[in-house]
Nanobody
């Protein structure tokens, strides 16, 4: 199983980026897929998840600015990030799990599969 995250980069405050997470060895359609982020010196933080039934969940810090979506034909999950702020700067990781429950989405230890991360830097 491999998860490949991409799409990070440098963007100015207020700008947008779209992250992608492509999977091989598993079918996203039957998995819950999530995004976490980790800034230097901090713990990994839940950002968003899209459940196997396509219901999205977001952290309060990104609600209304980020949108998670899934393209089942491409076996890829996207994280559209708008109105980016300097505090969004972090390495973003995608993750997947076939059995994670709703109450555990924000607990990074409960997820099975992880990608390598992509760096997002929000700075002027």
């Amino acid at each position: 199983v491999q998860l490949q995250a991409s799409g990070g980069g440098l963007v100015q405050p207020g700008g947008s980026l779209r992250l992608s997470c492509a999977a091989s060895g598993l079918t996203f359609r039957t998995f819950t897929v999530g995004w976490f982020r980790q800034a230097p010196g901090t713990e990994r933080e839940f950002v968003a998840a899209i459940r196997y039934n396509s219901v999205p969940k977001y952290s309060d810090s990104v609600k209304g600015r980020f949108t998670i979506s899934r393209d089942t034909a491409k076996n890829t999950v996207f994280l559209q990030m708008n109105s980016l702020r300097p505090e969004d700067t972090a390495v973003y990781y995608c993750t997947a799990d076939s059995r994670i429950i709703l109450s555990s989405l924000s607990d990074s230890s409960q997820w099975d599969y992880w990608g390598q991360g992509t760096l997002v830097t929000v700075s002027s």
